[in-house]
């Protein structure tokens, strides 16, 4: 690599390492909550029809 | 995918002595030995991690949690483009830092180009499951059926995903030597830098996407110890460049000029084994290839016209001064390449005093005739 290149290269990811690393952080802290399925449509479904005439 | 790796390189086997080159005329691809091992080690590690992908998940997902077989290929397919762009970034730190590395980054475009062809067969599934049954063309539904783009847990990733395959997409037409002769050198450099930008974008297209769902803590190691690993070697690798470029200004400032004229110290002869280069760092950063050949010492840029590859790292190969990189050579007498070549590199005068080597720090006009400093004359006056 020429001179230009490395000191482009040094600077870029001096930037965008830690950049990249506090989106990735950022973006898991921000998870919403785990959704826990206790009811399927099946299941759901299954219990309507059994109220059916 | 490639034109020009030519001429002879160090640890690859040319079939076609009578190859023309890019800057001759232009031909597509040139086959060899070396590049087919290559390629069908990626297609058959590519097809090995996506039969094992597929093996492993449908053994983990039964019912009633079983997954589509859509899905699975989704994720194989997009497990696997993000795991491949991780071992193509980490190449180039990994070989500046460790010569062992270099036969990695021979056909490293091939590489991006595969990893381009796993990532669009994965856009093109995710886009038909998700957005192929509708009555809104597909491309418009992607880019319209979510605009949260306020929120991080609901943030639209698939369109990070897209700019980065776009990105991708460009790299892979212009991995040829024809763009890169067209271009010129730091152009075509410049531009494939944009993989580091599509790297971050796939990343967050990761960490907005697939991980917000996911709660396996694996997954998140997995994916911090990819970004932290490329970081990384890059910083690691670009701070041992700048320090090797300060240590080569303050020895230059401290050698001083000779009889008038700026000759530069730049080490001992007997620092270079026959048939092998050395790199000094002079000036402002500058660095200088020296090679020792036949009792000779000549200097050129350490810079190889293709690439910009260490030439100093290189080595003389049937009399030309050998790029580690891509096997380009060049002539140690004036920087010419062998004919049918055209390419020409900036040479330096040189001399050997006692057995010091020192060096004019003027370049001379890229295929300027330098005649070698002669060693053996030195060692009997």
């Given amino acids: 690599m020429t001179r230009s290149q490395r000191r482009l290269h040094i600077r870029l990811w001096s930037v965008l390492g830690p950049l990249i690393l506090l989106g990735f952080v950022m973006a898991l802290a921000n998870r919403p909550p785990v959704l826990i399925h206790t009811e399927s449509q099946d299941a759901r479904g299954g219990a309507a029809a059994s109220t059916l005439p | 995918m490639r034109g020009a790796e030519r001429q002879h390189q160090p640890f690859l086997e040319l079939t076609n002595r009578r190859a023309i080159a890019v800057s001759v005329e232009y031909i597509t691809v040139q086959w060899n030995r070396h590049k087919r091992i290559y390629d069908a080690c990626v297609a058959g590690g590519i097809a090995v991690y996506l039969g094992a992908f597929f093996a492993v998940g449908k053994t983990l997902y039964t019912a009633p949690n079983a997954i589509s077989d859509e899905i699975l290929a989704m994720r194989a397919l997009g497990t696997c483009a993000f795991l491949l762009l991780n071992i193509i970034l980490c190449i180039g730190p990994a070989a500046r830092l460790d010569r062992r590395f270099l036969p990695l980054l021979y056909n490293r475009r091939h590489l991006g180009v595969a990893t381009f062809l796993?990532?669009?067969?994965?856009?093109?599934?995710?886009?038909?499951?998700?957005?192929?049954?509708?009555?809104?063309?597909?491309?418009?539904?992607?880019?319209?059926?979510?605009?949260?783009?306020?929120?991080?847990?609901?943030?639209?990733?698939?369109?990070?995903?897209?700019?980065?395959?776009?990105?991708?997409?460009?790299?892979?037409v212009t991995s040829h030597d024809f763009w890169l002769k067209n271009l010129g050198a730091p152009a075509w450099k410049r531009l494939h830098m944009l993989v580091y930008v599509a790297y971050g974008l796939l990343v967050m297209h990761v960490a907005l996407g697939f991980l917000q769902n996911q709660r396996n803590p694996w997954l998140v190691v997995l994916v911090g110890t990819g970004v932290v690993t490329v970081s990384s070697l890059h910083l690691i690798a670009g701070i041992r460049e700048r320090r090797c470029d300060e240590r080569g200004k303050r020895c230059s400032q401290t050698s001083g000029t000779h009889g008038g004229e700026a000759w530069v110290d730049v080490g001992s002869v007997d620092d270079i084994a026959d048939q092998r280069g050395s790199t000094v760092t002079i000036g402002d950063g500058e660095r200088i290839a020296l090679f020792r050949s036949n009792g000779g010492i000549s200097a050129t840029t350490n810079d190889c016209a293709h690439q910009g590859g260490p030439l100093g790292e290189g080595r003389i190969i049937d009399g030309c001064i050998t790029c580690p990189w891509h096997g380009w050579q060049y002539r140690p007498a004036d920087g010419q390449s062998p004919p049918p070549f055209t390419e020409k590199i900036a040479t330096y005068r040189v001399r050997v005093v006692g057995r010091r080597i020192e060096i004019d720090p003027s370049p001379l006009p890229p295929g300027t005739a330098v005649e070698p400093a002669c060693v053996e004359e030195n060692r009997n006056g």
């Fill in chain 2, 118 to 172: 796993v990532a669009l067969v994965h856009a093109v599934i995710a886009i038909g499951f998700y957005h192929g049954f509708g009555n809104v063309n597909p491309f418009i539904s992607l880019l319209t059926s979510n605009t949260n783009f306020n929120s991080l847990s609901a943030f639209p990733f698939q369109i990070l995903g897209l700019l980065a395959l776009l990105i991708l997409f460009l790299m892979a």
